[in-house]
């Protein structure tokens, strides 16, 4: 599998097969440089234009969106690989005041390459028992790490202990391409800081093989354009 940061809460995530997924793609107004993509599927965890900007993506894909109220699945074949994808959404919030200032977020949950992965959205608070238990074992989480309309480094790290994924993508961190926007006021150091395994990967992708992943809460820092 391939995992490629394109920068904030937007990953492109590919299986052996060819199956590909991009979650939370951004608008225009962010600084980073949106690649040329095509993808199979796109995955919208909530409707702000941080992370719901679906019509960047090339290639017809299916588009799943979030739920507000009660958990969903969505099966899908890809006919072009021959995999069939299923997606589940657990309701959440985008703060810690059961959505009365940002709304509702979904939890996105599929598996590829007999690997559970797992994207928190813009998710503002630490899960409930009936969330972790809906989520279940996670081999790779994608995690909002920057604080000010997310979870700041100190929640992420207690959430990490809650979820105890063998692999960590840090997101929706600040940086030069979100200065001023009011969308995060950590840069990645507060999180990772916290963090006992950090790589530092000087690419834009990273291979995950599911025989070398451990249990150790490994954390992976990504560039980006």
Same mark, same amino acid.
């Given at each position: 599998? /391939? ?5 904030? %809460?937007?990953?492109?995530? +590919? %299986? &052996?097969?060819? %199956?590909?997924? /991009?979650?939370?793609?951004? =608008? @225009? ?7 040329? $993509?095509? +993808?199979?599927?796109? #995955? ?12 960047? #993506?090339?290639? +017809? ?22 995999? @069939? ?21 979904? /939890? ?31 081999? $790779?989480?994608?995690?909002?790490? =920057? ?5 700041? +480094?100190? &929640? ?25 926007? =009011?969308?995060?006021?950590?840069? $990645?150091?507060?999180?990772? =800081?916290?963090?006992? &395994? ?18 150790? &809460?490994? #954390?992976? $820092?990504?560039?980006?354009?």
């Amino acid at each position: 599998m /391939i995992v490629r940061y394109l920068g904030h %809460s937007c990953f492109f995530v +590919s %299986s &052996n097969r060819g %199956s590909s997924v /991009i979650i939370d793609p951004y =608008g @225009t107004h962010l600084g980073y440089q949106f690649p040329l $993509i095509q +993808s199979d599927v796109v #995955v919208v965890t909530h409707e702000h234009k941080d992370h719901n900007a679906d019509w960047r #993506v090339t290639g +017809s894909p299916t588009v799943i969106k979030r739920t507000c109220d009660f958990p969903v699945e969505h099966e899908l074949p890809i006919k072009r690989t021959g995999e @069939t994808l299923i997606f589940k959404g657990i309701p959440s919030f985008h703060d810690d005041t059961s959505g009365r200032n940002r709304g509702p977020n979904t /939890i996105f949950l599929w598996e590829m390459d007999k690997m559970r992965l797992c994207h928190l959205g813009d998710l503002g608070h630490l899960l409930t028992p009936q969330q972790m238990k809906d989520i279940g074992p996670v081999d $790779i989480l994608f995690l909002p790490v =920057g604080g000010k309309i997310t979870m700041g +480094s100190s &929640n992420a790290a207690l959430l990490v202990n809650q979820l105890m994924p063998k692999l960590i993508f840090p997101m929706h961190f600040k940086t030069r391409h979100v200065e001023g926007l =009011g969308l995060a006021d950590e840069e $990645i150091e507060a999180f990772t =800081g916290r963090m006992s &395994n950090v790589d530092v990967i000087s690419s834009l992708a990273y291979e995950v093989v599911k025989e070398r992943l451990k249990p150790d &809460n490994r #954390v992976i $820092i990504l560039d980006y354009q």
